[in-house]
């Protein structure tokens, strides 16, 4: 195992970093939401301030959810520094590097035959369907049905 070097690995501990905010700022939309349809007086505006750039009550919901926003942003900013995690996203990085890409042709050859079989096989499936379920509903309610 590497030891960190903070140099190392700073595009993939930033996509990590930017993908798990998103993820949290999300998290903390929905929370608002929530927290404005199920206990409305949470939605009053305080004192009557509107924040002016993003058009949005300064409420309790809103202080709240930014908040939790800002602690987990912290915490994962925390988290991310952390010898173990970084090593992690630097192996990755090194990892990734090494992967051999395929090119469009193969691609588009491959995703061709793909197509081509799941729909052979839907096609099939749905003629086993309709088979079976013809023979049964003989068996079951007779031949002259």
């Keep these: 195992m590497t030891s ?3 140099e190392q690995g700073r595009m993939v501990r930033m996509a990590a970093f930017w993908s798990c905010a998103l993820l949290a700022l999300f998290g903390c939309t929905s929370l608002h939401t929530t927290l404005t349809a199920n206990f409305p007086s949470m939605d009053e505006a305080i004192a ?9 009550k300064l409420s309790s919901a809103f202080l709240i959810s930014t908040a939790l926003l800002g602690v987990i942003v912290f915490i994962i900013h925390r988290w991310q520094q ?3 995690t970084a090593d992690l996203l630097i192996d990755t990085e090194a990892e990734l590097k090494k992967v ?3 090119t469009l042709e193969e691609v588009t050859n491959s995703s061709t035959v ?7 096989l839907m096609g099939f499936l749905a003629g086993a369907d309709w088979l079976l379920g013809r023979v049964f ?9």
């Design 4 to 6: 960190y070097k903070p």
């Design 48 to 56: 009557g301030i509107v924040i002016p750039v993003v058009s949005v």
């Design 82 to 84: 952390r010898s173990k």
């Design 100 to 102: 051999t890409w395929p």
């Design 114 to 120: 793909v197509i081509i079989f799941v729909i052979s």
């Design 137 to 145: 509903t003989r068996i079951l309610l007779g031949p002259g049905t």
